[in-house]
C-alpha cells in the first residue's frame, strides 16, 4: 500500500482526497516543502518549517509548522511506506472556499504528506549536468517580493516540457533567466558558481527561490572564507566562472559540466565530468553534515 498522511492520518493514497471547493485546487493556494530524509530524520527540518510558515502568513492560512510533530509524522510515514530514507513532500492547500476571490483567511488547510523512495546517490561519484538556457522567461513572484514554494508550477512544467520538445535528456537542467534577462534559478535548482575566491549566486530580487540548501551553501561558502555576492548578473558572467553547481534539498549539490544555449550550442565547458575543486568540497561536506546532523 501506498500511504500518505493526511491531516496527521495515514492512509492509503487513493483515500486521501480534498474538497472540489479547495482553493490549492481552484485557485492554486497552497505551499509544500521538499526534502530527504537521513538515517530516517529529515534535515534542515526547522528551517523549511520557518519557511512554510511564513509563506502561509502572506497567504492568509492559518497553519503553524511545527518540527517536532514533523520528524515524528514523517518517521510514522517510512515506516508505513518501508522506507529507511524518502524523498518528501509537505503540502499544505489552502482548504474549502468560496467560488470567487476569497476575503477572508483560511482557518481549515489539508495538510498532505507523501514518502518515495531516493534514487542511489553518492557525492563522490555524483554526476555532473548539463544547464541549458531556457527560452521560457521566470514568472516573476506572484506576491510581488520573494517566491513562495506554492502549488503555482505552471511556469516550471513549461520550461521542463521546453527542455523535452528539444530532445534534452534526463542530465539536462533548464536555466531561467528573468524578464530583464538576469540570470535567476534552475527548473528545481539554484545556480552558483565561483570565479577566483568568490561565489555569486542570483539575488532574490531576480525572482529566484529562497532555497533552503541555498543559504546553507552561502553560510558553507563564508566559514570557508569565501567571499559570497548576491546580485543580478548576465550569461556572460556565469560563462565566465571556474566552476558552476546548482543545490536543492533532495538532489543536494550537483556539478555543472557545461553550459549550452537555447538552440543546444555549447557555451563553455566546466572541466568536464569532474567537479571543480570547491564543488567536491562542498558536496562531501554537506553530505556529512546532513548525516551527521540527523535532522538538526
Known amino acids: ?19 472540489a471547493y479547495d482553493h490549492g485546487f481552484l485557485y492554486g493556494i497552497g505551499l509544500f516543502e521538499t526534502f530527504r530524509t537521513y538515517g530516517g530524520s529529515p534535515w534542515l527540518i526547522e528551517r523549511h518549517a520557518a519557511r512554510l510558515a511564513e509563506g502561509c502568513r502572506q497567504l492568509g492560512i492559518h497553519y503553524e509548522p511545527d518540527p517536532a510533530r514533523m520528524r515524528d509524522s514523517i518517521k510514522r510515514l517510512l515506516a508505513a511506506n518501508g522506507l529507511a530514507d524518502g524523498y518528501i513532500r509537505w503540502s499544505v492547500s489552502a482548504g474549502e472556499g468560496i467560488i470567487g476571490l476569497p476575503s477572508e483567511p483560511y482557518a481549515e ?19 555532473a549536468k548539463t544547464l541549458r538556457l531556457l527560452r521560457l522567461r521566470r514568472t516573476a513572484p506572484e506576491g510581488g517580493h520573494f517566491r513562495l514554494k506554492s502549488f503555482h508550477f505552471m511556469n516550471n512544467i513549461m520550461g521542463k516540457r521546453e527542455l523535452l520538445a528539444d530532445g534534452a535528456g534526463p542530465n539536462v537542467e533548464g536555466l ?17 558558481w565561483r ?3 568568490t561565489l555569486y549566486t542570483p539575488s532574490l530580487e531576480t525572482g529566484a527561490l529562497p532555497g533552503v540548501t541555498r543559504q546553507y551553501v552561502l553560510e558553507m561558502a563564508l566559514k570557508s572564507g569565501m567571499t559570497v555576492k548576491e546580485g543580478r548578473y548576465v550569461m556572460e558572467d556565469l560563462a565566465a566562472a571556474d566552476e558552476v553547481f546548482l543545490t536543492n534539498s533532495v538532489q543536494e549539490i550537483v556539478p555543472v559540466a557545461a553550459l ?30 546532513a548525516e551527521g546532523g540527523k535532522g538538526q
Open 1 to 19: 500500500m501506498n500511504c500518505v498522511l493526511w491531516n496527521g492520518q495515514l492512509k492509503d493514497s487513493k483515500e486521501a482526497v480534498i474538497s
Open 109 to 127: 488547510p489539508q495538510e498532505i504528506v507523501y514518502a518515495k523512495p531516493l534514487a542511489p546517490d553518492d557525492p563522490a561519484s555524483r554526476t
Open 176 to 192: 531561467f533567466l528573468d524578464a530583464a534577462g538576469h540570470v535567476c534559478e534552475g527548473l528545481v535548482s539554484n545556480v552558483f
Open 195 to 197: 570565479s577566483d575566491d
Open 260 to 289: 549550452i544555449d537555447a538552440d543546444g550550442r555549447r557555451i563553455h565547458d566546466f572541466g568536464g565530468v569532474v567537479p571543480g575543486p570547491r564543488t567536491r568540497e562542498w558536496m562531501l561536506q554537506y553530505r556529512l553534515d
